[in-house]
């Protein structure tokens, strides 16, 4: 079955860095494109980047498109997410999704704490 699983995340200060990587399994890796979303307490469950199956094309957030960079690695079955400058409004609980055949999958989220 199709399985995402984060990991990466922690407690940060302004200012620092974080790369967060998203394994996945039970698909074709190399044929999908991938995203990256975050959830804030009490907000909803936002975009953040995305990559298309090969890698070629990107887009951001605009918040964080100059700070922030999606990558991933087809031989490794992994996305990964490098957060630089981190704010404290990138507090969040971080997700990766894949779309397949129309429908959304999830992984259980990764939690991003940016603080003095």
């Known amino acids: 079955q199709v399985q995402l699983v984060e990991s990466g995340g922690g407690l940060v200060q302004p200012g620092g860095a974080l790369r967060l990587s998203c394994a996945a399994s039970?698909?074709?890796?190399?044929?999908?494109?991938m995203s990256w979303y975050r959830q804030a307490p009490g907000k909803e469950r936002g975009f953040v980047a995305f990559i298309t199956s090969g890698g070629i094309s990107t887009n951001y957030l605009n918040s964080v498109r100059a700070r922030f960079t999606i990558s991933r690695d087809n031989a490794k079955n992994t996305s990964y997410l490098q957060m630089n400058n981190l704010k404290p409004e990138d507090t969040a609980v971080y997700y990766c999704r894949v779309q397949l055949f129309g429908v959304e999958y999830w992984g259980q989220g990764t939690q991003v704490t940016v603080s003095s």
């Open positions: 039970g698909f074709t890796f190399s044929s999908y494109a």
